[in-house]
């Protein structure tokens, strides 16, 4: 994906465009790579070009607790450059990622007066607003197996990575009870576990569930 695709940036060209080149570096990292850790200053704004990225929080047993997922398109984080405050969270990448990494000083300086690159940041905002919303809406008011459900099918792509353990912690039940809800996917024929991992086989079976809680 050329920075050109960016939703962020397809409205640039020409000479804007070739400014925002040279203010951007393409790096990869490796699956398990840390970008950055809760409490660093931010560095370079990042731009998902490829992979899966999570932002993980510890509670105080020392438990990791995913916050969020970002994929190809997503900026990380983008939240602490823009209000000058260190990484409220810990960033690694659940697969290999590939990034854009952009100078956010030049680019504060040189884009932000634009209306259309700053319509994109809005809409990137909003989205995490909208992740919120969601993860809200999973802890507060789902039941058990709608929210197992809910987070399969919003998580399809890395639950080959992720493991129930994992997924418990991230949708506030114990992995008694994923387990649990997972052997009644199971006889229903919604999923299967394939090298402990959970793997979706009928995802209208699982979004029938979804539509009951409506």
Known sequence: ?????????????????????????VKSYSAGSTLFYAGEHPGKLRLIVSGVVKVVKHDTA??????????????VAEAAHFENIPYPATARCETDVTLY??????????FLNRPDVALGIIR???????????VIRR??????????????????????ATTQKQIASQIGLTPETVSRIVRRFKARG?????????????????????????
């Open 62 to 75: 020392g438990n990791e607790i995913v916050l969020a997922h970002f994929r190809a398109d997503d900026l």
């Open 101 to 110: 990494e952009i100078d956010f000083g030049a680019f504060k300086s040189r």
């Open 124 to 134: 990137s905002l909003t989205r995490k607003i909208k992740q919120l919303e969601a």
């Open 190 to 214: 919604w999923v299967e576990v394939r090298a402990r991992k959970i793997v979706i086989v009928d995802a209208e079976g699982l979004r029938s569930l979804l539509d009951e809680s409506v």
């Open 139 to 160: 802890t507060t008011v789902d039941d058990a197996q709608t929210r197992l459900a809910r987070y399969l099918l919003e998580h399809a792509d890395v639950l080959a």
């Open 1 to 25: 994906m050329g920075l050109e695709h960016c939703y962020l940036f397809n409205r640039l060209e020409g000479d804007d465009l070739a400014q925002l080149r040279e203010i951007t570096r």
